[in-house]
């Protein structure tokens, strides 16, 4: 079984804890930056979708060196701010730290199918973080004493980053029964512009099989074999650390109703994070995408309340169907029972 930490060498985090926030009766918790984001160990951000049919959201980004660097598009982050990030369905905002190593594994339908002899590792080096360490346990994955009875090994990942050069090394400290005699670490590196003039290991040319560099998703792959230890420079590495575009935070977000069916009142909840001048209204929909009601909007920072009676704009009652809540581009569904008898 493996397990992982991190740090920047020796030195510890920094990036403070992100926790719940609960705010007082005279302070909307709106006000607030985002307090159901949180930290996944030292090196991941993880932003939840906690809105059905939300498909964007806030993400405070705490200040670190070099930002922070989008999981799955690789783009950069600078931290120190507020930004507003898509959430397509099938993934959430998760962030990797600047500088971050972040070990990985094939799925697998339980840990007792873990294997040691294969490590995979994704890496986000960055100018601003000219070194980097992690390092991964490993036992059995039997035996509760392993830790105590130092039947255990340890893998060190560092990574040295300078002007022209980028140097891996992994570093296996320590055995167990039933360890592997040999590794193959599986490298992907996030942000690389372009091919580097070379990979080298031990200071000699890696095979050309062994190295490939997608051009589509930035990201160099590199497979090596590890035994004790294993230094990987990547020569000329050129990295993309231009900060991403549209990264404007939401203003408001249309939150799920109180109940999306209902008989005679539907009641509608939203959050704005930013007064608003001229606030726009929260429109009303039949399922032909026909207007059928405009309810206004409170400009004030806060959550907010707003009913809707099941009545188009001259007081007549709408027939049972589905509608549509619309309010800044987001939609909340919303299903009008028949009255009961």
Known sequence: MAKADGGWGTEPSKIPQLTLNRSEPDEPAASLPPGDQYLLGPNLLVAPINQPSQRRRNVALPPTPGGWVDFETSQTLPGGQ?????????????????????????????????????????????PEVPRSAFTVYEDDG???????????????????????????????????????????????????????????????????????????????????????????????????????????????????????????????????YVAAGAPGPLRIRNQQGQLVRELPTLAAVGTHTLPWDGRDGQGRPMPPGTYVAELAGQHQQLLRLPPSE
């Open 142 to 272: 039997h035996s509760a004493q392993a830790l105590a009875q130092k039947q255990y090994a340890t893998v060190q990942f560092s990574g040295v980053s300078t002007a022209h050069s980028t140097v891996i090394s992994a570093t296996i400290t320590g055995s167990y029964p039933g360890a592997p005699t040999q590794r193959l670490v599986q490298l992907r590196v996030a942000r690389v512009a372009a091919a580097p003039a070379a990979v080298l290991l031990a200071d000699q040319p890696l095979a050309a099989s062994a190295w490939h560099f997608d051009a589509g998703q930035h990201e160099l792959q590199v497979a090596f074999p590890l035994m004790q230890q294993a230094s990987i420079t990547l020569v000329g590495l050129r990295l993309l650390t231009q900060p991403a575009q549209q990264l404007d935070p939401e203003t408001v977000t249309l939150t799920a109703p109180e109940s999306r069916a209902f008989a005679t009142t539907a009641t509608l909840h939203y959050v704005r």
């Open 82 to 126: 507020t930004v507003g990030l898509p959430a397509p369905l099938g993934s959430i905002p998760l962030l990797a730290r600047a500088g971050a190593f972040v070990p990985m594994t094939a799925y697998r339908a339980s840990t007792a199918a873990f294997r040691a002899d294969t490590l995979r590792l994704r890496y986000f080096p960055a």
